[in-house]
């Protein structure tokens, strides 16, 4: 007869623990990577506009939106925001944050949920189209609020500044991201995460993800 201590021993050898956290090392350390760039990117200031030198373009939505693609809309828009705490920290810019902010979620977060959906190159091209559309209108609304609050004093200084100005930076801005993200995407996707689990996770036996026979079947083509 088998001691209670033996048994537990046996017991113990067979005891598996699953490991239940969502982001696995390799995402955190890709998260964490992706946040000291998009970090590094925002101190770039590249005037876009002739008429609005102090309207300033930064790659920094592309990292974050990179992360969007590959791991979802969460961690891509954890990285696009801590990044601007960040700056904000070593700044002290907290008028211009919140403002970024709102561009950066409106940018990353529908773009990289309608790319989980779509998975296909035109899933993210559509994705980002969206996001465009919707960071600008959001710089609009954030501009005419959070600026006017905070930075303008009245709505009168930004109002004759949203045509010639406020509207076309935004457009290029988030165009260029846009951009760049799908040349940065496509260039190392495959490094940072295993297409089998893009996206949608893991899938078993390394079968390839649904998508991809949709994709060939429809003659699609998928990131």
């Known amino acids: 007869m088998k001691e209670a201590g033996d048994l537990m021993s046996e017991q113990s050898t067979h005891i598996q623990f699953k490991n239940t956290n969502k982001w696995d090392t390799k995402q955190l350390v890709t998260m964490a990577l992706m946040c000291a760039i998009a970090t590094l990117f925002m101190f770039v200031q590249i005037p876009l506009l002739p008429a609005a ?3 300033t373009y930064d790659p920094s939505f592309v990292p974050a939106m990179v992360v969007g693609f590959a791991y979802g809309a969460g961690p891509g828009a954890a990285v696009g925001a801590l990044a601007i705490v960040i700056h904000a920290l070593i700044t002290g810019d907290w008028v211009g944050a ?3 902010l709102v561009a950066a979620l409106l ?3 529908p773009a990289a949920i309608l790319y989980k959906k779509m998975h296909t190159y035109k899933g993210a091209i559509i994705g980002l189209v969206l996001g465009v559309v919707l960071a600008t209108l959001g710089s609009i609304v954030a501009n005419l609020t959070i600026g006017v609050w905070f930075w303008y004093g009245s709505a009168d200084v930004i109002l004759p500044l949203m045509i ?3 509207i076309p930076f935004n457009l290029l801005k988030t165009i260029l991201n846009s951009v760049l993200t799908l040349v940065v995407y496509k260039a190392v996707s495959n490094l940072i995460t295993p297409k089998k689990k893009q996206v949608k996770g893991a ?4 079968a390839p993800p649904p998508q991809a026979g949709r994709c060939m079947r ?3 083509t998928c990131l």
Not at 203 to 206: D, G, I, L, Q
């Open 53 to 55: 030198p102090f309207l």
């Open 218 to 220: 429809s003659g699609q």
């Open 107 to 109: 940018f990353i977060l």
């Open 98 to 100: 919140p403002m970024n």
């Open 164 to 166: 010639p100005a406020v």
């Open 203 to 206: 899938f078993p036996n390394n």
